[in-house]
C-alpha cells in the first residue's frame, strides 16, 4: 500500500477522535450541575376568580426532572385540564440549571373556596411535595349595566350568541348620590381574533367626571362555551349634576387582523392562496344604560360638612408637643378611605380657643387612586394654659348608611411653656439721661462728598482685553473638530454611514417633493422605494438592489425598535402593492406613505 494511503488514513483517524473528544466536552459542559435535590414549586395565576373565568395552575420544578408528571385530582367545582410542559435552561457564571413547568388551565364551576395542593412528584431517587395554593370563586354577576333583567352594556347577540369582539360596562348599581365616586368596570371580550394597539376606553359623559383607577388586568372566561380573554379596565364616574341621565357609549379603539382579497384571475378556491392579512383600526362601543343622579339630602346636614361624598377616617399629629407660648405647632391631617377626595375640605378643629390659627393647606389631593388626603395646618399656643389641640372633625355623607357622619381624630396633648418675653413686657429707658452728642474725630463723617472727578480705565483693565486671549484657543478647537468630523464623516463607522446617509436621503426626498408636486404620483413613489433602499444600505451596510420587507429580519441585529420595523416592513409592503397591482393610490395613501418613509428616515 502505498504511504500517501496510510497518511490519509491517520489523519483520518486523527480527525474522529478529535470530533469526539470535543463532542463529550461539550456534553460534559452542559450537563446541569448536581445542585442537590431538585425543589417543586406550585403558583396560580389570579387567586380571586369568578364562575365561568379561567386561571393558569403552573407547577415548577427546579434542578430535576420527575420521572412521571404530578397527580393531579379533580376538584369538585372546578374543571382542571393539562395544558402541557416546558422546559427552561440557564446558565449564569458558568453554573447550569434547569427547570421544568407542568401548566393546568382551572375553570371555575361553583363558587367557593378551594385549596389546590400539595402534588407529589417523584425521580428515581426521591420524592418531593409542592406547597398549596388557595383558590377564591366568586359567583358570577348578574346584568351589570345597572338596568334590571337587561344584558350587561356592550354584549351583543347574534343568534343568541355572543360576537367574537365586544366591548362591556359594568356599574354596581343605577342610582347614586351626587358627588359620589361610583366604580366602573370596561371589560374588552376577545375570541379567535389577534388584536393589538388597544387603547384606554374613554366615555363622553358631560355631567359626570370620569378618570381612571388602576392598570388593566387581563383574565379569562368562558361564556356560553367559549373561551374569551378579558381585559378590564377599572374606572370611575363622579356626579357634577342630579337628574336621570343615559350614559355611553364607551368607546375602545383597537387594531384586528382581517384578511384583504387580491385581484386575481382564478377561480373562487384560490382566494386562501391571493388573500392577505393586515391590521385594520376598529373602534368598539358599549350599550348605554340608565343613571339617576339624587341630590344630598338636606336634612341632617351639619354645619361644618366638609363636601366629601363616602367613607372617611381622620387621624391627626403635632409636631412639637412641648412649645412655649407663642411658638408655631404644625398639626398634620390624614384623611384616608373611599369617595370624592377632591371635594374634601379640611377638618375642623373642635376646641379652638387659646389658639392663633392659620388656614390649612392641601398637600396630597387623594386623587389617581391614593385614597388619602393630607392637610397641614399651624397653631400658635397663646398661653401656657393650653394643654391640648383638638379633636378635629371631619363631616361627610356617607352613600352606603344614607346619612350624615362626623368622623374625629383624637386629641393630642400639648405642652407650653412660659415664653422668654412675657407677653405686655414694655420696654424702658433710665430717667435723667438724654442722647449722648458725637463730636469731630481724627476721621469724620463727611457732611457732603467733595470734588469728584472721573478715573481714568486703560485698555488692560477692561474685561474684554482679558476675555480677546480666549480667541486662539477658540479657534485653534473649532478647526480640531472640524479636522475630526471630516475625518470621521469619511470613514466606515456605523455613525458615519448614518450621518451620510441621512443627509443624501434628505436631499434627494426635496427633489422627489417636487415630483409631487407637479402631480407624477408614480415616479415620487419609485424614487420614495429607492431613497429608503438606500439609506437602509449605507446606514446598516447593506446591499439596497433587491431590497424586500424581509430586510426587518437582517436590521433585528441592529437594535431598532419594535415601531421602527414595523414602519419598514409595512412600507415595503405597501410599495410592492402598488407596484405590482397596479392600482393608483389615493391621495391620502400616498401621505401615509410618505410619513412611513420620514419616520424610517428620522429613527431607522
Not at 269 to 286: G, N, R
Not at 294 to 322: D, H, K, M, R
Amino acid at each position: 500500500m502505498p504511504a500517501y494511503c496510510f497518511r490519509q488514513i491517520f489523519r483520518r483517524a486523527c480527525s474522529i477522535l478529535f470530533a469526539t473528544a470535543l463532542l463529550c466536552g461539550g456534553c460534559f459542559c452542559f450537563m446541569p450541575a448536581a445542585a442537590g435535590a431538585f425543589t417543586a414549586q406550585a403558583t396560580i395565576e389570579h387567586n380571586t376568580i369568578v364562575v365561568g373565568e379561567m386561571t393558569q395552575l403552573s407547577i415548577t420544578v427546579t434542578d430535576g426532572k420527575p420521572s412521571n408528571p404530578p397527580e393531579i385530582e379533580q376538584v369538585a367545582g372546578l374543571q382542571i385540564r393539562n395544558l402541557g410542559t416546558s422546559q427552561q435552561f440557564r446558565i449564569v457564571n458558568g453554573q447550569t440549571s434547569s427547570s421544568f413547568v407542568y401548566n393546568y388551565s382551572v375553570l371555575a364551576l361553583e363558587p367557593g373556596e378551594y385549596t389546590l395542593g400539595p402534588f407529589k412528584l417523584t425521580t428515581k431517587k426521591e420524592e418531593v411535595m409542592t406547597n398549596t395554593v388557595t383558590l377564591t370563586v366568586l359567583p358570577a354577576s348578574g346584568p351589570s349595566s345597572g338596568t334590571g333583567g337587561e344584558e350587561p352594556a356592550g354584549s351583543p347577540q347574534t343568534g343568541g350568541r355572543r360576537e367574537q369582539l365586544f366591548l362591556e360596562v359594568s356599574v354596581p348599581k343605577n342610582r347614586i348620590y351626587l358627588g359620589e365616586k361610583l366604580p366602573v368596570t370596561i371589560s374588552l371580550f376577545v375570541g379567535d381574533l389577534p388584536v393589538r394597539e388597544i387603547s384606554y376606553p374613554v366615555l363622553d359623559a358631560s355631567e359626570f367626571v370620569f378618570a381612571q383607577a388602576g392598570r388593566p388586568v387581563e383574565r379569562r372566561r368562558i361564556i356560553d362555551g367559549r373561551a374569551y380573554q378579558v381585559v378590564e379596565f377599572p374606572a370611575t364616574l363622579t356626579a357634577v349634576k342630579t337628574g336621570k341621565f343615559t350614559l355611553g357609549p364607551a368607546k375602545l379603539q383597537c387594531s384586528v387582523l382581517t384578511r384583504t382579497r387580491r385581484r386575481s384571475p382564478f377561480p373562487d378556491f384560490f382566494d386562501d392562496f391571493f388573500s392577505d392579512y393586515e391590521y385594520q383600526p376598529v373602534t368598539l362601543q358599549s350599550d348605554t344604560w340608565e343613571l339617576e343622579v339624587v341630590p344630598l339630602p338636606t336634612a341632617g346636614q351639619p354645619a361644618n360638612f366638609s363636601g366629601g361624598v363616602g367613607q372617611f377616617e381622620l387621624t391627626a399629629t403635632a409636631n412639637p408637643q412641648e412649645v412655649q407660648a407663642g411658638d408655631p405647632v404644625t398639626v398634620t391631617l390624614t384623611v384616608k378611605g373611599t369617595g370624592n377626595f377632591a371635594a374634601l375640605s379640611a377638618p375642623v378643629l373642635r376646641h379652638p380657643d387659646g389658639f392663633k390659627i392659620y388656614d390649612a393647606q392641601r398637600k396630597t389631593s387623594g386623587e389617581s387612586g391614593e385614597e388619602v388626603a393630607v392637610f397641614e395646618q399651624v397653631l400658635i399656643p397663646l398661653s401656657e394654659g393650653v394643654d391640648r389641640i383638638g379633636p378635629y372633625e371631619l363631616s361627610y355623607f356617607d352613600p352606603v348608611a344614607g346619612e350624615y357622619k362626623t368622623a374625629r381624630s383624637e386629641a393630642i396633648p400639648l405642652t407650653v411653656t412660659p415664653g422668654s418675653e412675657p407677653a405686655g413686657a414694655t420696654a424702658f429707658t433710665r430717667p435723667g439721661r438724654g442722647a449722648p452728642a458725637y463730636g469731630r474725630d481724627l476721621v469724620f463723617i463727611k457732611g457732603t462728598p467733595g470734588r469728584l472727578r472721573l478715573q481714568a480705565k486703560v485698555f488692560y483693565r477692561q474685561a474684554w482685553y482679558w476675555w480677546l486671549h480666549l480667541l486662539p484657543l477658540g479657534v485653534f478647537f473649532a478647526a480640531l473638530y472640524y479636522r475630526r468630523r471630516m475625518a470621521m464623516l469619511s470613514s466606515g463607522t456605523p455613525k458615519a454611514r448614518a450621518l451620510r446617509a441621512t443627509a443624501q436621503a434628505g436631499q434627494r426626498l426635496k427633489k422627489a417633493q417636487a415630483l409631487l408636486e407637479k402631480g407624477e404620483e408614480e415616479r415620487f413613489i419609485d424614487e420614495l422605494h429607492t431613497i429608503v433602499r438606500e439609506y437602509l444600505g449605507e446606514r446598516y451596510d447593506l446591499p439596497a438592489a433587491g431590497m424586500t420587507g424581509e430586510v426587518v429580519n437582517q436590521l433585528q441585529a441592529e437594535g431598532l425598535s419594535e415601531d421602527s420595523l414595523k414602519d419598514i416592513k409595512e412600507f415595503f409592503e405597501a410599495y410592492d402593492f402598488y407596484r405590482f397591482t397596479g392600482r393608483k393610490p389615493a391621495a391620502d395613501e400616498i401621505q401615509r406613505l410618505r410619513e412611513t418613509a420620514g419616520r424610517i428616515l428620522a429613527g431607522g
